[in-house]
């Protein structure tokens, strides 16, 4: 089992740069593909990113290809978001997640409790 837990949320100005983190505290993390997801407020939560478990293969939703790199460390059992270019509508509480290879949020077994990101015009 997979306890997750994220870190760096923060306020940025629109242009600026936040890294996410994501500690997984369980002993199979290298078994499971990471990925992001963010829940901007009134809205459903959506796919951002996924990266398999050897970090050999990346995933990106459409919205943040390009600005956005998911990277993992497994020896450390953490997964970073490097977010760049941030833009107002990237506001959202992010969470990760741990589970298959896949852009459904159904298919990720563990949920870290979220950090808040908040991007000012």
């Known amino acids: 089992q997979e306890q997750l837990v994220e870190s760096g949320g923060g306020l940025v100005q629109a242009g600026g740069s936040l890294r996410l983190s994501c500690a997984a505290s369980g002993r199979t993390f290298s078994s499971y593909a990471m990925g992001w997801f963010r829940q901007a407020l009134g809205k459903e939560r959506e796919f951002v990113a996924t990266i398999s478990p050897s970090g050999v293969r990346t995933l990106y939703a459409d919205s943040v290809r390009g600005r956005f790199t998911i990277s993992r460390d497994n020896a450390g059992s953490t997964v970073y978001l490097q977010m760049n270019s941030l833009k107002s509508e990237d506001t959202a509480v992010y969470y990760c997640?741990?589970?298959?290879?896949?852009?459904?949020?159904?298919?990720?077994?563990?949920w870290g409790q979220g950090t808040q990101v908040t991007v000012s015009s």
């Open positions: 997640a741990a589970g298959d290879w896949s852009v459904r949020s159904g298919r990720y077994n563990y």
